[in-house]
């Protein structure tokens, strides 16, 4: 669980959190409802008239975690050892000292960390957990040379009435406040606990909790603010009996509070359907409606779009965000996107949808994503036009020749391929005009976004390049974005299948007012600067777009950090996780020490950070030799997050996506990446393919009518390889179906129960 923090509960000690006898009001159950509300993400904070060190003692005997420490009603504040005081000015303390001595009263001066006295004091007044105080009879030279942060005065009402009027008429940087009828408190005019909390949560939602006149000032800027006494308070806030009552009522808001967003995937692929679903289910805070599964197409076979207004229709009532994968509501999913015979009437009909959402709810926030169309470099007409399986290569290397060629020449090499490179025109023509549409539609979904139908948009680069077809369509969109103005509101990055993921947790970020921090630390030197297959770009390029699009910062230390993201880099290339281990490029060694990645992700989890690990060694699966590791140190199961499948993006966007918002369970989550991306991607899809399927007369792409059978012998052989983990000791997860959602190899559908 992490805790980021956007919500807070601050409260008063004296008569809030503690009786007469510093006794927990609400005993047990008053601290159970604070641990549940730090499990649910709340940090706790705590503003009293004490000094610092009594809220140590309190934090200390109860067991408490506390985030910030607020004392002297506000004005001195701690964070961990950061210290930040609002002193009285010190000629204005010499000068009001020198006036209020002539009376008839008892002067204590605060400093940080002591009370002064000018002769012995009756020790329960005032009650200290921890004595601190001193006795001092030279106050001139005290406040001369010590940092006064407030007097206490202790008199008659009618003397203390008369000194409270004499400094709020006399002095400017300095007020003076009754804090009973025998007590006067003069401090700087801008210390009080609402400025303190003010300034240490400016942007987070507060509920404030107290029950004395001093802690009044916390509920105007306060969410809610309770008050756990029968007083009369000139803010609104509510009266509750006690602190545990306050507690129970922030529980229940806290569970009712969720983010209802209404998604429309890429495609109806696990990957694209179920991952959002399961990580939107690692958090209480989050409802997520997707469309029936059965109008969404399958693989080649376009969804019915015209049942997207009906979806719209019938669940947009109570939603706060949309996620709208473009492609799926224009082409009816993305494989479909590179066949279509569209018009661009019968597309531009389509795109309206969004309109129609727009006006049909004004105030919805909407986050779209419209992909670059790929352009493999292999012959496959898996997932492309037919013609790809003769021609996809040479489509590839023609463009990135030509590409290359007007951006800095060719070598003579280059220029004989180039030259011997034969594809028939209808075939280029066919391929160049569906490309080209794919780029009027990305612009056209800028201009809405211009419009303000879009709230944020993402054109991802699916199976990118540095030159070719890819890098041209990208260089117009971002020459548009340019013109317009719009880069803050647009990212254009390779990615596809994760980006609903990651859009999702920048929905869950805006919702709730978060910004969360990511320090990030690499397995080799060369890490942030290796560019991974099928991208076109270094990785730690790569890593700043992914971190910005969930709405989030990097930062340079870990202290600083929610999130510290441990990123499995290779050596120096990327190369398949299924390739032999003959063939394994000597780099993974000698680039990069393994097991020292391993061990400093234990430093940081042993630490207490909270650790997402993102499996990019190898392009589509993980690492084995790293969750051995990690597994025999046993901190595998501590990790918040893990992903390490297909491309570097798609791990990123995936683990980002789950350490922001998984709160519950999310060990479920981490197993069921682990059995996949690990175990069936690096190493079972192998052995299937190479032993099992042959022997069966079966291939990658055709299971003929032994499609359960596959199935079967793919999760047994999962089951055993996730059971040869100690996690699996601890964490006995049976993996009750496996299904391919393409009948092919290459992904997989699983359910896995504990």
């Not at 047990?28 to 993400?41: A, I, K």
């Not at 569970?255 to 429309?264: A, R, S, V």
């Not at 399961?278 to 209480?284: D, G, L, P, R």
């Not at 792409?701 to 699996?728: M, R």
Request: glycine fraction near 4%; proline fraction near 4%.
């Amino acid at each position: 669980m992490r805790v980021l923090k956007n919500k807070v509960i601050v409260f008063d000690l004296d008569g809030t959190l503690l009786g007469a006898n510093n006794e927990i009001i609400g005993g047990t159950e008053t601290l159970n409802c604070l641990d549940s509300l730090q499990q649910m993400g709340w940090t706790l904070a705590i503003c009293t008239g004490r000094l610092d060190h009594d809220i140590l003692k309190i934090e200390e005997q109860y067991k408490l975690k506390i985030e910030h420490r607020i004392s002297q009603n506000g004005a001195v504040c701690m964070k961990g050892q950061q210290l930040i005081a609002t002193l009285i000015d010190k000629q204005e303390a010499i000068n009001i000292y020198k006036e209020i001595q002539k009376e008839d009263i008892r002067i204590e001066l605060n400093t940080v960390s002591n009370r002064y006295w000018k002769s012995e004091r009756d020790p329960a007044f005032p009650s200290e957990l921890y004595d601190s105080h001193i006795i001092c009879k030279d106050f001139d030279k005290l406040i001369l040379y010590q940092p006064a942060v407030l007097f206490l005065v202790i008199g008659t009402e009618d003397k203390l009435r008369s000194i409270e009027t004499y400094i709020n008429t006399t002095y400017q940087k300095t007020k003076a406040v009754m804090t009973s009828s025998t007590s006067l408190e003069i401090m700087h005019k801008d210390a009080s606990k609402g400025n303190a909390v003010k300034m240490l949560y400016p942007k987070s939602e507060v509920y404030a909790i107290g029950d004395s006149p001093n802690d009044f000032d916390m509920f105007p800027i306060a969410k809610k603010g309770y008050l756990v006494a029968n007083k009369p308070c000139q803010f609104p806030c509510a009266q509750k009996e006690s602190i545990l009552e306050a507690l129970k009522d922030i529980i229940k808001i806290n569970k009712e509070d969720k983010m209802k967003t209404l998604f429309i995937p890429l495609d109806e692929r696990p990957c694209n359907y179920n991952f959002p679903l399961m990580i939107a289910q690692s958090n209480q805070q989050i409802e997520l409606v997707e469309p029936d599964k059965s109008f969404l197409g399958h693989k080649k076979k376009p969804a019915q779009v015209e049942y997207f207004k009906q979806f719209i229709d019938e669940n947009i009532e109570g939603c706060d965000n949309c996620i709208i994968s473009i492609d799926m509501i224009v082409y009816g999913g993305l494989i479909p996107s590179r066949l279509h015979y569209l018009s661009e009437t019968d597309a531009l009909q389509r795109l309206e949808l969004i309109k129609y959402l727009k006006q049909l709810k004004p105030q919805i926030k909407i986050y779209a994503y419209h992909c670059i169309m790929r352009a493999p470099s292999y012959n496959s007409s898996e997932e492309e036009p037919d013609y790809y399986e003769s021609y996809g290569f040479a489509l590839f290397r023609r463009k990135y020749l030509l590409d290359l060629k007007k951006r800095h020449g060719l070598n003579q090499k280059e220029k004989d391929e180039l030259l011997g490179i034969d594809i028939p025109q209808e075939i280029i023509t066919d391929y160049e005009q569906r490309r080209l549409f794919n780029t009027k539609i990305n612009l056209k979904v800028i201009d809405f976004l211009e419009a303000g139908y879009l709230d944020f948009l993402v054109i991802p680069q699916d199976d990118s390049s540095p030159y070719g077809y890819t890098a041209i369509s990208q260089k117009i969109v971002i020459n548009a974005l340019k013109e317009k103005r719009l880069d803050q509101k647009v990212m254009i990055y390779p990615g596809a299948d994760e980006v609903g993921l990651s859009l999702l947790a920048r929905a869950y970020h805006e919702y709730y007012h978060l910004e969360p921090k990511v320090y990030p630390f690499y397995a080799s030197v060369l890490g942030p600067m290796i560019i991974p297959k099928y991208e076109d770009r270094p990785m730690y390029e790569s890593l700043k777009s992914h971190v910005r699009v969930c709405k989030a910062k990097l930062v340079n230390n870990p202290q600083d950090a929610d999130v510290v993201l441990a990123i499995n880099s290779p050596g120096k290339i990327m190369q398949e996780a299924f390739i032999d281990k003959n063939d394994l490029d000597v780099t993974y060694t000698s680039y990069r020490y393994l097991l020292a990645f391993a061990e400093q992700i234990q430093d940081y989890i042993n630490s207490g950070y909270h650790v997402a690990l993102c499996d990019s060694a190898f392009s589509n699966g993980g690492d084995l030799q790293l969750i051995e590791y990690l597994d025999e140190l046993n901190i595998l199961d501590q990790l918040v997050s893990y992903a390490g499948w297909n491309t570097n993006c798609n791990s990123l966007g995936t683990t980002l996506s789950q350490a922001f918002i998984g709160q519950e369970n999310v060990i479920n989550n981490l197993c069921y990446r682990l059995i996949e991306d690990v175990f069936y991607q690096a190493i079972v899809r192998k052995e299937v393919v190479e032993n099992d399927l042959p022997h069966k007369g079966l291939s990658y792409y055709d299971f003929k009518d032994q499609q359960t059978d596959v199935e079967n012998i793919i999760k047994k052989k999962l089951q055993t390889n996730f059971g040869h983990l100690h996690l699996s000791q601890r964490y006995p997860f049976n993996i009750t179906k496996i299904y391919m959602p393409w009948k092919r190899m290459f992904e997989i559908g699983m359910e896995i129960k504990l």
